[in-house]
């Protein structure tokens, strides 16, 4: 007799083994794939915080910036008002240098600001529109048709689109006939 014969296992005993390092395998396999979907899972919601993280920091900053130049467009929109003054009290005296000199400094005021997205609203001769007119008075009048805008008391402006100071007008209305 052989000696290999003696040592062998029976061939439903290596099976067994067999299927019992499958299966633990197997296993192993599954818990090893649950875990990563738990971490991609984990990853996945780490990124969409951090996206959502970098929208709102974005988002914070741009309004800081936005109420930053609101400050700084009203300040340097104050001293252009104060220049225009100014200036069309520097042309009666008709110092020339002077007027120059203002004209100047106006226009880079203004040039400045307009470059930030400053604009003016038209109003005279315009029909009223409460969204960018604020009318502070009602004048009786033939010469303009009811509604119209006869007289711009304080300039208005948009700033990039939208209101930044409404102007303020007086609107004309019909005359009312006197009873006698």
């Known amino acids: 007799m052989s000696h290999k014969s003696h040592n062998k296992e029976p061939n439903d005993v290596i099976e067994a083994k067999h299927k019992g390092k499958v299966a633990e395998l197997e296993a192993s396999l599954n818990e090893n794939t649950k875990l990563q979907e738990k971490y991609l899972n984990q990853l996945k919601y780490a990124r969409a915080d951090l996206e959502n993280l970098q929208k709102n920091v974005q988002k914070y900053v741009d309004e800081g910036v936005t109420k930053e130049k609101l400050k700084l467009v009203q300040q ?13 009290e520097a042309k009666k005296t008709k110092n020339s240098i002077l007027v120059e000199g203002m ?7 203004w040039k400045v600001i307009s470059c930030e997205g400053l604009c003016p609203i038209e109003a005279m001769g315009k029909p009223f529109d409460p969204n960018v007119h604020e009318a502070i008075q009602q004048v009786e009048t033939c010469d303009y048709p009811e509604g119209m805008i006869v007289e711009e008391i304080k300039k208005g402006y948009l700033l990039n689109g939208k209101v930044f100071r409404p102007c303020l007008v007086k609107v004309a209305c019909s005359s009312r006939p006197t009873s006698s």
């Open 76 to 88: 340097i929109l104050t001293i252009a008002e104060e220049a225009d003054i100014v200036l069309n």
């Open 103 to 109: 004209e100047m400094i106006r226009k880079k005021l």
